[in-house]
């Protein structure tokens, strides 16, 4: 069974830097895409950033490009976001997702196409 665990977040002040983490257990495929994706109450959940574990590519949302970096430690089956220079915009619960993907293109996906979710984890930053 697949299980998908973050950690991380918390309340910062505009500029600051928090990590996220995710912790996966139970996944069958060696092949697949790792995202973080954030959501606010009454909005869509966004699709932040990717990295597709078959090679290590990673993409990121035009908003946080620059700023955030998707990462994996693959020995340790973790993975993980580096959040810089945040702003109060950046604020929402963040979710980490997974997807069988054969090819890398499939990490740029909407929420509905990954399979596995974690519970959330918020960001809160203040301006």
């Known amino acids: 069974q697949v299980q998908l665990v973050e950690s991380g977040g918390g309340s910062v002040q505009a500029g600051g830097s928090l990590r996220l983490s995710c912790a996966a257990s139970?996944?069958?495929?060696?092949?697949?895409?790792m995202a973080w994706f954030r959501q606010v109450p009454g909005k869509e959940r966004e699709w932040v950033a990717a990295i597709y574990t078959g090679g290590g590519s990673t993409y990121y949302a035009d908003s946080v490009k620059g700023r955030f970096t998707i990462s994996q430690d693959s020995a340790k089956n973790m993975f993980y976001l580096q959040m810089n220079g945040l702003k109060a915009e950046d604020t929402a619960m963040y979710y980490c997702?997974?997807?069988?993907?054969?090819?890398?293109?499939?990490?740029?996906?909407?929420?509905?196409?990954?399979?596995?979710w974690g519970q959330g984890t918020q960001v809160t930053v203040s301006s």
């Open positions: 139970g996944y069958p495929y060696k092949s697949r895409c």
């Open positions: 997702a997974g997807r069988l993907a054969l090819e890398e293109r499939l990490c740029s996906a909407p929420p509905d196409e990954y399979a596995y």
